[in-house]
């Protein structure tokens, strides 16, 4: 039996959008040593269209320059804006003196300059396609490549049930002091016709303090002021604060300062390799002097690591220490025009609260190499965003264009409480601080989901402690590296390791494996040939120290750092109560239908509203009613689920006011039947009033209240954001209201308002008991057993026919007065003591009720929790 440790309190309680248009074009393949095939050649038919007539925009990659990036990454260790200006602006110096004669030879052949890269050995170039073949047999150029064109990848995401930022937020923990960089179709720096920023950019959406808006460049052929929306709305994701609207929320890192570079090349949003190659390049340059930790580019790119797009990248991180998420992708299966971001982090789509992957995110085996993907997963389906030039509105749209942010939001929080942390570091936290989803993540990172679903609590907790995290390096005369950390029997541990492509200018860099060891057994390897992270969840089969082992199986370089990161974890386990039996008949009143709209309707009802949306139905008191709760005619089309009940009160205009006056729980099965909510207190309407009753509609489409035929009446509401919406005449619906006052021989009932979690409290109620008495709440650990007897045990021989115990009485009993309603309620509290997590235990109510047998009690039916965290 289990320990329990309880206190009793006064009062009776215990403490116990749519996928945005087309993507760019894939390349054609490249070998490892960076030259074109002839395949990739038949690919390579045109770039896009250059500035001067008959030319088209090619990438040049050279073999080799005069110069290389170390001062570059010197200046930005040091952290003196100052310091890295002046070596920018060498290297800028730089790079035109090396590509001199090369410039000179593409204006003989008729083109011109375009773009010339020091973050990466390249440039941009117009020249005739007639000149292609001359240009790549010249001695410095290694391949070329077509520019192309790049595409945009189309709030409860925050919460606790999500990734859970709220937890951080209500502590004040919001990503403060540093700044991530959006590289999108620009930010609405002008909102409407105000001449200022969106209100989402001001510090807590407050427009009397400052905008957090501190740089808007335009690299594209666009203004930086937003041309589309997809660039504003992704900034709210990662960082934006509240707008004007009911749903809006704060993005994960509302405290950051964000820095936007406009990429788009049309209204359209889209952009090419020329300009997102330019846009790293700047953002690197300004690493120091804006603060930027991360980085956010939610569009479409190529496979290739050789891309010009993808070094850039991938320098960026390497050489500014900024940590970038991409946009997985929307093409399902296919990966050809996804962003390969071996530096960074890959992020899918998945299913806001019930996180199934979408059907549009793309996931691997990736095109090549054939690498697991993408990283990780984050909440990307009908997102509410900011909308470009309105804040009394949402954009709401999906793609893991509206994923992708959220991880970048989450790596700033992050990246401000740990400003030590480096970018490699940072994505071995993040990775091994998710949400492991089942059936769906395994013991490894796997295609489609990577290593599991982003939590920004798990993670911030992470980078906080000092042992779960840091860094390491392996060297051919080191190939190993070994850290020892202590778990405890039974918990779940997730480890990541994280490094970066050292060369972007090959397809070779270091392969390091991870394992697991207690003492010689190995708990959990993880050695994939080709992605730049390895992953491993295990459980501890026993209590002490634990190995995490990194092993180069290969090295590209004379020495490769890492960052490594640990977590522990628990599954999560949902608390849940249900109900059981029936009760016996006592003298109390039960409830009368007092009202009601189609009383006798039957068959299957249809329909699935809007998801997480009020809908309310009209009542009027006909006279002085208390209302205990109400039957509702509905079905749940693939599993029982319990929907949040409500009752409203009228508002001033007749419509529904703005906060709920009743809440309950619809416990709704598979069957189209009525099924009943009972409030924990009765509400008392006066005759003539009108009221509303209704639910909340669940997280997905199985919810289905509508019945098949009957009356119609005009007075459905729907919440829309700010405010209600009505009334409607939707169809055909089937409810019965419930109220005090019915027939004397109730049989009461014990029923639940909320379900037990580690930390927090739920309510078993009880209803239809004999008025002004009192009743004893039975806490207990089996429904089929106590002291040798079986239960349910009949007490007919003690006086009390057709009454039975269903719950053994070996926990503790709780009395509790019962009022002149026949109800009464008991509060308990779940310590948060992870030992009762998955705890079942059983309930039921006896009532003092005299004259209802000669036993003088009655009983209800039986109540089963289960614990959950």
């Not at 991938?314 to 998420?325: E, M, S």
């Not at 992020?347 to 996931?363: C, D, M, P, Q, Y």
């Not at 190993?480 to 202590?486: D, G, L, S």
């Not at 039957?602 to 809908?615: K, P």
């Amino acid at each position: 039996m289990r320990k329990w440790s309880l206190t009793v309190f006064s009062g009776a309680s215990l403490l116990l959008g749519s996928v945005l248009p087309s993507q760019g074009q894939p390349i054609g393949p490249m070998p490892s040593d960076g030259t074109a095939t002839t395949a990739s050649r038949a690919l390579e038919v045109h770039g896009l269209p250059g500035a001067i007539k008959g030319t088209e925009r090619w990438i040049v990659h050279f073999k080799s320059r005069n110069f290389d990036l170390r001062e570059f990454r010197k200046a930005v260790q040091s952290n003196d804006a100052a310091k890295v200006s002046a070596v920018v602006r060498d290297l800028e110096a730089k790079v035109k003196a090396d590509q001199a004669a090369f410039e000179k030879a593409v204006e003989a052949m008729g083109g011109e300059m375009v773009a010339q890269w020091w973050l990466i050995n390249g440039c941009a170039i117009d020249i005739p396609p007639s000149k292609l073949a001359e240009l790549r047999k010249m001695d410095n150029v290694e391949f070329i490549e077509p520019d192309r064109e790049t595409n945009p990848q189309i709030k409860t995401a925050t919460n606790a049930r999500n990734h859970n930022a709220d937890a951080l937020q209500a502590r004040g923990i919001r990503g403060l002091g540093v700044t991530t960089a959006i590289m999108d179709t620009g930010q609405d720096e002008k909102m409407g016709s105000t001449n200022r920023p969106h209100i989402t950019y001001y510090t807590d959406g407050n427009l009397t303090k400052p905008s957090r808006l501190i740089a808007n460049k335009k690299i594209g052929a666009m203004p930086a002021d937003d041309v589309h929306g997809h660039g504003t709305g992704v900034a709210s994701i990662a960082a934006g604060a509240k707008w004007r609207t009911s749903t809006a929320d704060h993005g994960h890192a509302y405290g950051a300062k964000i820095a936007g570079y406009s990429i788009a090349n049309n209204t359209r949003g889209s952009s090419s390799y020329t300009t997102m190659t330019t846009a790293w390049q700047t953002i690197a340059a300004d690493k120091v002097r804006l603060g930027i930790v991360t980085a956010n580019n939610s569009y479409s790119g190529s496979p290739s690591p050789l891309n010009s797009v993808q070094k850039a990248l991938d320098a960026a991180v390497l050489n500014a220490d900024i940590l970038v998420c991409t946009a997985a992708g929307n093409s399902g299966s296919s990966t050809r025009v996804s962003q390969v971001n071996l530096n960074g982090l890959s992020v899918g789509a998945v299913n806001e609260n019930v996180k199934t992957l979408a059907s549009f995110s793309s996931r691997g085996p990736f095109t090549g190499d054939r690498q697991v993907f993408p990283d990780i997963v984050a909440n990307g389906v009908s997102t509410n965003m900011a909308r470009r030039n309105l804040e009394t509105s949402d954009y709401v749209a999906s793609g893991t264009s509206m994923a992708s942010p959220q991880v970048c939001g989450a790596a700033t929080v992050i990246r401000a409480a740990n400003k030590s942390m480096k970018a490699d570091e940072t994505k071995a936290v993040l990775l091994a601080s998710v949400e492991a989803l089942a059936g769906r993540t395994g013991v490894n990172q796997v295609n489609g989901y990577g290593t599991g679903y982003l939590r920004d609590d798990i993670a911030y907790a992470t980078a906080t402690s000092a042992n779960n995290h840091g860094r390491g390096t392996l060297t051919k005369a080191s190939p190993v590296f070994k850290r020892v950390i202590i778990v405890q029997k039974g918990r779940t541990y997730q480890v990541a390791i994280a490094w970066n492509r050292l060369n972007v200018n090959s397809t070779t860099y270091s392969n390091l494996n991870l394992r697991v060891l207690q003492g010689t057994t190995v708990l959990g390897s993880s050695s994939t040939p080709k992605n730049t992270e390895e992953f491993v969840r295990f459980a501890a089969p026993a209590t002490g120290p634990v190995i995490i082992e990194v092993r180069a199986a290969s090295l590209a370089a004379t020495s490769q750092p890492f960052g490594w990161a640990y977590a522990q974890v628990n599954a999560k386990i949902p608390g849940s109560y249900t109900v059981f039996g029936i009760g016996c008949k006592g003298t109390g009143t039960g409830p009368k239908f007092c009202a009601s709209l189609n009383p006798n309707a039957t068959g299957n009802t249809t329909t699935s509203w809007a998801q997480n949306r009020w809908f309310v139905h009209q009542v009027k008191a006909n006279s002085n009613l208390v209302v205990t709760g109400f039957d509702f005619l509905c079905r749940s089309l693939r599993s029982a689920q319990n929907v949040q009940s409500v009752l409203f009160l009228a508002a001033s205009n007749g419509k529904p006011a703005a906060s709920p006056a009743r809440t309950g729980i619809l416990k709704v099965g598979t069957t189209s039947k009525f099924y009943r909510t009972t409030f924990s207190t009765p509400i008392t309407i006066a005759a003539g009033k009108v009221f509303y009753i209704g639910y909340k509609t669940p997280a997905n489409y199985n919810f289905k209240p509508e019945a098949g035929a009957g009356a119609t009446l005009k007075g459905t509401y729907y919440w829309n954001g700010p405010n209600w919406s009505g009334p409607w005449s939707h169809r055909k619906f089937a409810w019965k209201v419930n109220c005090a006052g019915g027939s004397s021989g109730a049989i009461p009932f014990l029923s639940n308002t909320g379900v037990p979690t580690l930390g927090q409290t739920f309510k078993v109620n009880l209803t239809s008991a004999r008025k002004n008495t009192a009743a004893v709440l039975i806490f207990g650990t089996s429904k089929t057993k106590w002291i040798g007897l079986n239960l349910p045990l009949d007490l007919t021989f003690l006086g009390a026919k057709g009454c039975f115990l269903r719950a053994s009485m070996d926990l503790f009993l709780v009395g509790t007065a019962v009022g002149s309603s026949g109800s009464s309620s008991i509060t308990v509290g779940i310590p948060n003591l992870t030992s009762l997590m998955g705890v079942q235990f059983h309930n039921q109510y006896f009532v003092v009720d005299p004259p209802a047998n000669s036993f003088g009690l009655v009983f209800t039916n039986g109540g089963t929790g289960k614990i959950g965290n």
